[in-house]
C-alpha cells in the first residue's frame, strides 16, 4: 500500500487456527477492518456459526472457541469500508480463507458469486453470499515433524532434480494406482529408487502450496498444472494426497518429506510468494484481498488497481511488515513443521521492491532471512526476475542465495544447435559464469545450471521441434516462448528416420554431459533423463494431461541417456574436482609441502597439445575445446566437441599426465577407446561430441628437472613414464 505503513502482528504465533487445551484460538490479521467474524462451517449441512473476535491495537483479531475439534472447517467474515480509492474492498458477504491456515478443502465455483464486485462495475461492491461456492479453512492438530534428514549437503555437492508432485508419478506402473500422482506416491520405494540411481540429492517439487486455476482456464476446459497461483501459503495442495484433505495432506506430506529424507534425499520447494490466485481486483475474492486488499497488495497511486510486476494480476506488497512476516513465518513453518531443506522463490525479484514499487537488493526480506536461525543455513535459490522494470536481477542476489542461471541455459542450448562464435563464451559457462557471479565473496554454487525447467521445451523437444505446438492449451498457439533456441534434427516432430533418432539421441546426451560437467549446481528436469516429451509444447502449465506426465514407457528406448546421467553423476560424487566449492581460475597446484606441480587447477586446450591463446579464443569458427581440472591428487581432461566432423586431438603431456583413460563420452557406444592412452597420442573425437578422459598424474620424479635425475633411484629406461625417450635413456 503506497506511502501507508500498517501496524505489523506484535506476536504472528497467534495467527492461524491453534489447538489449545480444550479448544482453538483463532487469529487473524485484518488491521482496518471495523468487524471480523469467524464462521464455523458444519462438515454435512455446510451451516455455519459466527463468532465475533476481539481486535487487538496492532490489527491482529482473536478469539478462543471451545471444544472446536481437529478437522473442522472455517472462514472469516470482514468488515470495514467499501472504499476501493483507499484500497479497501470490505465485503462480508464474502467467505475468506484464513491465510495461515495449514489444510484448505473444497474448490473454487467459478460460475458462483466469487466476485466482491458486480458484474457491472469492478468498484460496486456484490451483497452475493460466496458461501456455497469458495474452499474453506481446516484446523490441523499439531504433530511431529518428519525425519531430518541425516546431513544436508552443501550446494556444491547437490543434483537437484526438479519434478511436479503428481507428472512424476501418474502414470508410474511401479507406483500402486491409488498412490499414482500424490505424496504417497512420490515416496513409493520404486520413485526413491530411481531418484538414487541417477545420482539425484535434492528434488525440488513444483509449487506445493495449495493452490486454484484461473477463471480464464477454468472458462477454456483446462485447469493449472504446474500451481503457480497460490491460495495458502501454509497449507500442502490438497488434491495431491491419497486419502482425504482435511488435515490428511499435512500427514501424508511428512510422511513423503521423512521417506525421502532416510533415502538421502533433500526436499526444496518452488514457492510462489510474489502474487497470489485471487489475480487483479477484478478476479476472485477468497482470502487476502477481502481481508485488506491494499495491505497486502501493491497497488497503483490511484490505490484501486494492482500494481502487477508479475504478469498474473497483482504483486504480493512485501513492504508491508505484516506482509513480509506472513512471508518469513511460512517459510519457518515449512522449515521446522514440514522439514523442507530449501526453497526456489519464483519471480523472486517482486519480493525485493520497496513500498514505491522499487528493486532493492538491501531489502529488508533479505536481510532478515540472512538473519533468521531457522532460515540463514536453509538452500535459497531465486529466480531472479520478474516482469517489472529492473526486474532482471541475474547474478545480483549476493552471497547466501543461489540463482537459475539462463545465460546456461540458452547458450547450452545455441552451442549444441551450432549458433555460436568460438568457444570462449562455452569456456564461461563450463567454469561457473564467473563472469556473473565471481565477486562478493560468492561461490561457484552461486550458479543453478539448467539446459531446461517446467516452463518450455523438455530435453527431447529441443532436438525435435524447431517451433512451439501449443494448440492444446486453446489460445490459438499464442502462448509460450518463440526464443526456443531449439533444432530438430531436420524433421519437425517424431519421425521413425533412425539417422535423426540417432543425432537426437546424441545432441541430448551432449546437453545433459554439458550440464553435470559444468561447474555450479546442476538441474535435471523430472524425465529428461529416460527421454519424456510434451509433443512440442512449450507452455503446459494448463495441461494435466498426458502432454504432461512423465511416460515411463520411454525407458528402454532412452536407456543411452538415463545410463550417462548415472555415469555422471557417480563421477561428480566420487570426484571433487568435477564439482568445485571455490573458484578456479588457473592456479598453480601445489603439493603436500608447497611445490609448484607445473600444472593448474583449470586450464584449456587448443586440441593441438598447446594452451588456448588469445588467437584462439578470438577464432569464431572453433568449435572444439579442452577443459583441464585438477587438484593434488586428481585431474580430468574434457573435450567439448561441436563440429559435425569428426576431429583429432592430441593428448597432453607432462606435467598435465601422464596417461588417460576415457571414463564417459556421449558418442556411440564404439566410437572411442577407452584406454590406457599415453600422453601425445592422438584422439579422434566423434562429431557432436563430449568426452570425459580420467588423468593418471605423472611420478613426481617425472616432474623433477633432468639435472635432478642423478639423484633418483633408476627404475629403468622401461619404467620411465612422463619422460622423452632421450630423457628415459639417459637414465
Given at each position: 500500500m503506497s506511502g501507508v505503513t500498517l501496524p505489523a502482528p506484535t506476536d504472528s504465533s497467534v495467527l492461524g487456527a491453534r489447538m489449545l487445551d480444550g479448544g482453538v484460538r483463532f487469529g487473524l490479521w485484518a488491521p482496518r477492518a471495523t468487524r471480523v467474524e469467524l464462521a464455523l462451517v458444519a462438515a454435512l449441512d455446510r451451516s455455519q456459526k459466527n463468532f465475533d473476535m476481539d481486535r487487538g491495537e496492532d490489527g491482529v483479531w482473536t478469539v478462543f472457541v471451545p471444544g472446536v475439534p481437529?478437522?473442522?472447517?472455517?472462514?472469516?467474515?470482514?468488515?470495514?469500508?467499501?472504499?476501493?480509492?483507499?484500497?479497501?474492498?470490505?465485503n462480508p458477504a464474502k467467505l475468506l480463507l484464513d491465510p495461515y491456515a495449514r489444510s484448505i478443502t473444497g474448490g473454487v465455483d467459478y460460475s458462483g458469486p466469487i466476485l466482491d464486485h458486480t458484474a457491472e462495475s469492478?468498484?460496486?461492491?456484490?451483497?452475493?453470499?460466496?458461501?456455497?461456492?469458495?474452499?474453506?479453512?481446516?484446523?490441523?492438530?499439531?504433530?511431529?515433524?518428519?525425519?531430518?534428514?541425516?546431513?544436508?549437503?552443501?550446494?556444491?555437492?547437490?543434483?537437484?532434480?526438479?519434478?511436479?508432485?503428481?507428472?512424476?508419478?501418474?502414470?508410474?506402473?511401479?507406483?500402486?494406482?491409488?498412490?499414482?500422482?500424490?505424496?504417497?506416491?512420490?515416496?513409493?520405494?520404486?520413485?526413491?529408487?530411481?531418484?538414487?540411481?541417477?545420482?539425484?540429492?535434492a528434488i525440488e517439487l513444483l509449487p506445493v502450496h495449495h493452490f486454484v486455476s484461473e477463471p480464464f482456464i477454468i472458462g477454456r476446459g483446462l485447469v493449472n498444472y504446474w500451481g503457480y497461483n497460490?491460495?495458502?501459503?501454509?497449507?500442502?495442495?490438497?488434491?495431491?494426497?491419497?486419502?482425504?484433505?482435511?488435515?490428511?495432506?499435512?500427514?501424508?506430506?511428512?510422511?513423503?518429506?521423512?521417506?525421502?529424507h532416510e533415502a538421502g534425499i533433500e526436499v526444496i520447494l518452488d514457492?510462489?510468494?510474489?502474487?497470489?490466485?485471487?489475480?487483479?481486483?477484478?478476479?476472485?475474492?477468497?482470502?487476502?484481498?477481502?481481508?485488506?486488499?491494499?495491505?497486502?497488495?501493491?497497488?497503483?497511486?490511484?490505490?484501486?488497481?494492482?500494481?502487477?510486476?508479475?504478469?498474473?494480476?497483482?504483486?504480493?506488497?512485501?513492504?508491508?511488515?505484516?506482509?513480509?512476516?506472513?512471508?518469513?513465518?511460512?517459510?519457518?513453518?515449512?522449515?521446522t513443521e514440514m522439514g523442507v531443506d530449501g526453497f526456489r522463490f519464483d519471480l523472486a525479484t517482486e519480493l525485493i521492491r520497496n513500498d514505491k514499487h522499487y528493486v532493492v537488493q538491501e531489502h529488508e526480506f533479505k536481510q532478515l532471512v540472512a538473519a533468521d536461525p531457522v532460515l540463514r543455513d536453509i538452500k535459497m535459490i531465486s529466480e531472479p526476475w520478474d516482469m517489472g522494470?529492473?526486474?532482471?536481477?541475474?547474478?545480483?542476489?549476493?552471497?547466501?542465495?543461489?540463482?537459475?542461471?539462463?545465460?546456461?541455459?540458452?547458450?547450452?542450448?545455441?552451442?549444441?544447435?551450432?549458433?555460436?562464435?568460438?568457444?570462449?563464451?562455452?569456456?564461461?559457462?563450463?567454469?561457473?559464469?564467473?563472469?556473473?557471479?565471481?565477486?562478493?565473496?560468492?561461490l561457484p554454487d552461486a550458479s543453478v545450471n539448467f539446459v531446461t525447467a517446467h516452463d518450455g521445451f523438455t530435453m527431447r523437444d529441443l532436438v525435435t521441434y524447431d517451433v512451439k505446438h501449443n494448440n492444446a492449451n486453446g489460445e490459438a498457439n499464442r502462448d509460450g516462448s518463440d526464443d526456443n533456441r531449439s533444432w530438430n534434427c531436420g524433421v519437425e516432430g517424431e519421425t521413425d528416420d533412425p539417422e535423426i533418432n540417432a543425432l537426437r539421441h546424441r545432441q541430448v546426451r551432449n546437453m545433459m554431459?554439458?550440464?553435470?560437467?559444468?561447474?555450479?549446481?546442476?538441474?535435471?528436469?523430472?524425465?529428461?533423463?529416460?527421454?519424456?516429451?510434451?509433443?512440442?509444447?512449450?507452455?503446459?502449465?494448463?495441461?494435466?494431461?498426458p502432454i504432461s506426465w512423465v511416460h515411463w514407457d520411454t525407458s528402454e528406448e532412452w536407456a543411452d541417456v538415463t545410463e550417462l546421467v548415472r555415469t555422471l553423476t557417480r563421477l561428480r560424487a566420487d570426484h571433487p574436482v568435477l564439482r568445485p566449492s571455490e573458484w578456479r581460475n588457473g592456479e598453480p597446484v601445489l603439493g603436500p609441502e608447497g611445490q609448484d606441480l607445473g600444472r593448474k587447477n583449470l586450464a584449456w586446450f587448443d586440441g593441438d597439445v598447446m594452451e588456448m591463446d588469445e588467437e584462439d579464443w578470438r577464432d569464431g569458427t572453433r568449435r572444439t575445446l579442452g577443459m583441464y581440472v585438477s587438484d593434488e591428487t586428481e585431474a580430468f581432461l574434457v573435450w567439448v566437441h561441436g563440429g559435425e566432423e569428426p576431429t583429432e586431438v592430441p593428448l597432453p603431456g607432462t606435467p598435465w599426465a601422464e596417461s588417460y583413460t576415457v571414463v564417459a563420452h556421449t558418442g556411440e557406444p564404439d566410437e572411442l577407446p577407452v584406454g590406457p592412452l599415453p600422453h601425445g597420442a592422438g584422439l579422434g573425437l566423434p562429431g557432436r561430441s563430449v568426452t570425459v578422459l580420467a588423468v593418471t598424474l605423472p611420478s613426481p620424479e617425472a616432474l623433477l628437472p633432468a639435472e635432478a635425475l642423478a639423484d633418483v633411484d633408476p627404475v629403468g629406461a622401461e619404467g620411465q613414464v612422463g619422460l622423452s625417450d632421450d630423457e628415459a635413456e639417459e637414465a
Open positions: 481437529a478437522g473442522q472447517q472455517y472462514g472469516y467474515r470482514v468488515h470495514g469500508e467499501w472504499s476501493p480509492e483507499t484500497g479497501e474492498r470490505y469492478d468498484y460496486l461492491p456484490d451483497p452475493m453470499d460466496s458461501f456455497a461456492s469458495v474452499p474453506l479453512s481446516v484446523v490441523v492438530a499439531d504433530t511431529a515433524p518428519p525425519t531430518p534428514i541425516a546431513a544436508r549437503r552443501p550446494l556444491s555437492e547437490s543434483v537437484i532434480y526438479e519434478a511436479h508432485v503428481k507428472g512424476l508419478t501418474h502414470l508410474y506402473p511401479a507406483v500402486p494406482e491409488h498412490l499414482r500422482g500424490t505424496y504417497g506416491g512420490l515416496a513409493y520405494p520404486a520413485v526413491i529408487e530411481h531418484l538414487q540411481d541417477v545420482g539425484v540429492t497460490t491460495l495458502g501459503y501454509f497449507a500442502p495442495h490438497a488434491a495431491y494426497c491419497s486419502v482425504g484433505t482435511r488435515g490428511e495432506q499435512v500427514a501424508e506430506f511428512k510422511s513423503m518429506v521423512s521417506a525421502l514457492v510462489v510468494y510474489n502474487h497470489t490466485g485471487e489475480g487483479g481486483h477484478e478476479g476472485p475474492t477468497l482470502s487476502w484481498r477481502g481481508i485488506d486488499h491494499g495491505a497486502y497488495y501493491r497497488l497503483t497511486s490511484d490505490m484501486r488497481n494492482d500494481y502487477d510486476v508479475t504478469g498474473c494480476g497483482n504483486s504480493v506488497d512485501t513492504s508491508q511488515p505484516g506482509v513480509l512476516q506472513m512471508v518469513l513465518d511460512s517459510l519457518r513453518y515449512w522449515v522494470p529492473y526486474g532482471y536481477q541475474v547474478g545480483a542476489w549476493g552471497p547466501g542465495w543461489s540463482e537459475w542461471n539462463d545465460r546456461f541455459r540458452g547458450y547450452t542450448r545455441d552451442f549444441w544447435r551450432g549458433a555460436v562464435h568460438g568457444v570462449q563464451e562455452l569456456a564461461t559457462r563450463l567454469s561457473g559464469s564467473g563472469e556473473i557471479f565471481q565477486h562478493s565473496g560468492r554431459a554439458t550440464l553435470l560437467l559444468s561447474t555450479g549446481v546442476p538441474m535435471i528436469t523430472a524425465g529428461d533423463e529416460i527421454g519424456r516429451t510434451q509433443i512440442g509444447n512449450n507452455n503446459a502449465y494448463c495441461q494435466d494431461s
